[in-house]
């Protein structure tokens, strides 16, 4: 299947300060899975293109894909709609799936109020590579973990999908974003997130919500490799671990 990530077009008040994009490792993340599946992938990084709205729909039109995935943060939620709504002018029958920390935690509304298909509720690895394998046999996404979608004109929940346990599993299609253009203080730039979770609870803080409370990580050797890769493959002088609770584990450090 075609599949076509975007990160919608969002002027973020972080990204003006820092004067630097960062890589969507999520998006290169389910990239890699659905690679694997035999699928074919676009990512359109549109803040960090400088991308608007026209630009996605006229890119749409060159790569006609079946399904599209579309991340979103709250702050970026209303953006996200409004590409929802253009894709859905041109293309009615292409399937609009959106994930990412806002509509994990408000799925129901998401879908009240817009034309998203499905949401994908936390880790979208293999929730993405199970539902676009249901759609490609025609079959019902009733089965699928850690989805929340319309039928029938009825929003139905399905149950969450287990936390990925290991995620030296994971890689990242670094090929296919644009890597060139992350830049930090004029130097080649990269991010890393190498754990996921947190067994605390600080009130001001999602992060045990959307990534368990369970702290789960990759292998020292694991995370060594791929700081080797962007040193190599990407000239990558500058890298970033934005894990949420990098130092819990001292002997890993
Ligand atoms: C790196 C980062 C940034 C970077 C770059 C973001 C990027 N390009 O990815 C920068 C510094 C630019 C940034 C900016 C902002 N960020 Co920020 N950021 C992060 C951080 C630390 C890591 C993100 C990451 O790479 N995670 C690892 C990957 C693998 O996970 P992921 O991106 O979440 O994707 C997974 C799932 O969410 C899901 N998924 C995500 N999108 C989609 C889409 C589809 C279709 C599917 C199926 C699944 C799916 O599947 C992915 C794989 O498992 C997170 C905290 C965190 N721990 O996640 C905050 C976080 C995402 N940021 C946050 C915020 C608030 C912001 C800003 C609004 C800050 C501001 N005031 O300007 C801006 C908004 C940017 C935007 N465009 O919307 C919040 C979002 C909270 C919310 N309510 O939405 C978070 C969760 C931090 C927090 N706990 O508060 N951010
Ligand atoms: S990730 Fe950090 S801030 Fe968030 S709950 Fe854990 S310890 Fe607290």
Known sequence: MNILFINPPYKS????????????LGFGSMSHQMEREGHRI???????????????????????????GITSTTPSFGEACKVV?????????CMVVMGGPHVSFEDYSTLKSSYV?????GEGELTMRDLVKCLEKGESLSKVLGITYREKGVIRRNPDRPFIEDLDALFVSYHKLPMS?????????????????????????????LHGKKWRCQSAERVGREVRFLIDEYGVKHIEFLDDLFTFNNKRV
């Open 117 to 121: 298909d499905v949401v994908v509720r």
């Open 181 to 209: 253009r992350y830049r930090f203080e004029g130097l080649n730039y990269a991010t890393i997130v190498s754990s996921r979770g947190c067994p605390y609870g600080c009130v001001f803080c999602s992060s045990s919500l």
């Open 13 to 24: 008040k972080i990204q003006e300060f820092l004067g630097a994009h960062a890589p969507l």
């Open 85 to 93: 709504r253009a894709i859905k002018n041109l293309k009615p029958e």
């Open 42 to 68: 676009e990512i359109l990084d549109c803040p960090t293109l400088g991308l608007n709205l026209s630009d996605v729909v006229k890119f749409m039109g060159k790569v006609d894909p079946d399904v599209i």
